[in-house]
């Protein structure tokens, strides 16, 4: 290994480093808004509620029933 060798950083490694350094509360701030959509709970009764009502579909979705 070379004296002066560094490890190497993608540039989007750097971009995200320098954004942390401008930013230290990005984050909790991305934290805080993934929690306001995605961090919610779960009724599993109405999950499957919903998944038992649920329609077959045709295997052609274009075509009329024929008699």
């Given at each position: 290994?070379?004296?002066?060798?560094?490890?190497?950083?993608?540039?989007?490694?750097?971009?995200?480093?320098?954004?942390?350094?401008?930013?230290?509360t990005l984050?909790?701030?991305?934290?805080?808004?993934?929690?306001l959509l995605w961090?919610?709970?779960?009724?599993?009764?109405?999950?499957?509620?919903?998944?038992?009502?649920?329609?077959?579909?045709?295997?052609?979705?274009?075509?009329?029933?024929?008699?």
């Open positions: 290994m070379p004296l002066f060798w560094k490890p190497y950083t993608s540039e989007v490694s750097q971009l995200v480093a320098e954004l942390k350094a401008k930013k230290p984050e909790a701030e991305q934290r805080a808004g993934r929690a961090d919610k709970p779960q009724d599993r009764q109405l999950a499957a509620d919903w998944q038992a009502a649920q329609v077959a579909q045709q295997p052609y979705v274009y075509q009329t029933k024929g008699d």
